[in-house]
């Protein structure tokens, strides 16, 4: 039996359950679990949540694990950010800082020091790539250390500090994923000695 892949294109693929429909004769559609994407596909040996998925490493999963069905593993997002950013800590630690994108809002370029809130009054401007180098706790609150471009002059000698564990500003959602592998397409030119 072969399946058609239906996917809202405007989610990535852990966001939204993914629709496998028959193209056999059964008509039947089954709903596959965005539970089991997040937290039990295999996608390759180093893979954790904080990566981000695209459609090839969702293929690639089941046909290696099969598929669970949304009945028998629902979602559940009560710990979900938790989790990812445990993940996140795990990846800083093993392989050093990862990527993100940051929602920037009006006062960042207001901040020196402590953990980055906005006010009632600050608007979102845009988004920002930063990297999530460390974490910490300051007076009781866990924190993210951030680096961006806006050089050494800038909050905390190019740093900063945002809220950890809750997603703030979408940085614990949005991480890059990406591994660079040498091809016809991306040559590596070496200085000649």
């Given at each position: 039996?072969?399946?058609?892949?239906?996917?809202?294109?405007?989610?990535p693929?852990?966001?939204?359950?993914?629709?496998?429909?028959?193209?056999?004769?059964?008509?039947?559609?089954?709903?596959?679990?965005?539970?089991?994407?997040?937290?039990?596909?295999?996608?390759?040996?180093?893979?954790?949540?904080?990566?981000?998925?695209?459609?090839?490493?969702?293929?690639?999963?089941?046909?290696?694990?099969?598929?669970?069905?949304?009945?028998?593993?629902?979602?559940d997002?009560?710990?979900?950010?938790?989790?990812?950013?445990?993940?996140?800590?795990?990846?800083?630690f093993?392989?050093?800082?990862?990527s993100?994108?940051?929602?920037?809002?009006?006062?960042?370029?207001?901040y020196?020091?402590g953990?980055?809130?906005?006010?009632?009054?600050?608007?979102?401007?845009?988004?920002?790539?930063?990297?999530?180098?460390?974490?910490?706790?300051?007076?009781?609150?866990?924190?993210?250390?951030?680096?961006?471009?806006?050089?050494?002059?800038?909050?905390?000698?190019?740093?900063?500090?945002?809220?950890?564990?809750?997603?703030?500003?979408?940085?614990?959602?949005?991480?890059?994923?990406?591994?660079?592998?040498?091809?016809?397409?991306?040559?590596?030119f070496?200085k000649?000695?």
């Open positions: 039996m072969r399946f058609l892949l239906q996917v809202n294109a405007n989610h693929p852990f966001s939204q359950p993914f629709k496998l429909r028959p193209i056999a004769a059964t008509g039947e559609s089954v709903s596959f679990s965005s539970q089991w994407l997040l937290s039990c596909a295999e996608y390759d040996d180093d893979w954790t949540p904080c990566e981000g998925i695209n459609y090839p490493d969702v293929y690639d999963a089941m046909k290696r694990s099969g598929i669970v069905s949304k009945s028998c593993l629902p979602y997002s009560r710990d979900g950010v938790a989790a990812v950013a445990r993940d996140i800590q795990k990846k800083i093993l392989r050093g800082p990862v993100t994108m940051f929602d920037v809002h009006d006062n960042i370029f207001d020196r020091s953990i980055y809130t906005i006010d009632q009054n600050s608007k979102k401007i845009g988004s920002h790539a930063i990297r999530l180098i460390g974490w910490g706790i300051e007076h009781g609150i866990p924190y993210w250390l951030c680096t961006n471009t806006w050089g050494r002059h800038w909050g905390i000698g190019g740093a900063f500090k945002i809220r950890r564990g809750v997603n703030a500003f979408n940085v614990e959602m949005r991480l890059f994923k990406g591994r660079f592998k040498p091809s016809i397409f991306f040559p590596i070496r000649q000695e």
